[in-house]
């Protein structure tokens, strides 16, 4: 009879009260256009929501809307898009949305 044991379960290397080195996209210190406009964060959380879902198209539709309202996005919103477009292989995109960000 072979008898198999389980390796015992693994320790977490930094303790859990510890700060990880990576902080979430929504932790990230809000820009000043974000305190002049009350739609800019509601605006960002919903364009990384659609990210984390997949939807490149529709996130491009909330930044159209975005600038629209009179929130521009801020550079970590671009770089998330770039960053998306590069993970989706949507390189058209990628360069469309670079362009916007050197014109802004």
């Not at 080195?21 to 364009?47: A, E, T, W």
Request: glycine share 0%; hydrophobic share 35%; proline share 11%.
């Amino acid at each position: 009879m072979i008898t198999l044991s389980l390796p015992s379960p693994a320790q977490p290397l930094l303790p859990p009260s510890s700060k990880t080195l990576n902080p979430s996209r929504q932790n990230i210190i809000p820009s000043s256009d974000s305190r002049k406009n009350p739609n800019f964060q509601p605006l960002k959380n919903r364009l990384i929501r659609q990210l984390d879902m997949g939807h490149l198209r529709h996130a491009i539709s909330t930044l159209y809307l975005m600038t629209q309202q009179n929130a521009p996005p801020d550079l970590t919103t671009y770089s998330i898009l770039l960053k998306s477009c590069i993970r989706f292989r949507n390189f058209q995109l990628r360069k469309l949305i670079h362009r916007k960000l050197i014109h802004s």
